[in-house]
């Protein structure tokens, strides 16, 4: 689905992220990447094969739309290095013809040299066409510009009349901010 925010004509994609269109730039929030080795080193038992899954998607949704850009509104990793860390430099290393930066969130907890030895460009906002790319929602916005943001994993809730109840992830726009789904669990 395109829909216009100011002068960007901006896509929303089903893989769980956003395009704009004129930069050829895909904005992702929330990988939370090793979240599921992270459970399992606390005796959380989850299978094993769900550690890869954010990652084959990410794979996929670059191979589909062939960005110039990605940027990373924060929580890219859960918590500290693990093995989803070597998994991902694999992978962002076969993609060497696209940028890509992290705008830092409260879960990116590793020093700034493991995210710039990943080639990543870390700051803690970006700028685009009047768009202000951060990783949580701005209480107050800067003139002219509109907030986008991650960290609060908006979703709709829906109900049967048997009880039943399903969250599903879905993008939000406001007036003066959006906020994105987590593309990871």
């Not at 013809?97 to 990943?118: A, C, P, Q, R």
């Not at 700028?127 to 960290?151: F, R, S």
Request: one cysteine or more; proline letters at 3%; glycine letters at 8%.
């Amino acid at each position: 689905m395109k829909t216009q925010i100011l002068s960007n004509e901006i896509e929303l994609l089903a893989e769980k992220a956003l395009k704009l269109t004129a930069t050829n730039t895909i904005i992702i929030a929330d990988l939370h990447l090793g979240k599921i080795e992270h459970f399992r080193l606390s005796g959380i038992n989850l299978p094993a094969a769900a550690a890869s899954h954010t990652e084959e998607r990410l794979s996929t949704l670059i191979q589909k739309h062939e960005p110039s850009r990605i940027i990373f509104l924060g929580d890219l990793f859960h918590s500290l290095k693990n093995q989803s860390y070597e998994s991902f430099q694999t992978l962002i290393k076969t993609f060497d013809n696209i940028t890509f930066d992290l705008v830092i969130g409260n879960h990116d907890i590793m020093t700034k040299e493991n995210y710039s030895d990943l080639g990543l460009n870390v700051t803690e906002e970006v700028y685009i066409n009047g768009l202000w790319l951060t990783h949580e929602p701005q209480d107050e916005i800067k003139e002219g510009y509109y907030n986008i943001a991650g960290h609060i994993h908006p979703g709709i809730k829906l109900k049967g009349k048997g009880r039943q109840k399903l969250t599903l992830p879905c993008f939000y726009f406001g007036a003066h901010s959006g906020l994105l789904p987590a593309f990871g669990y």
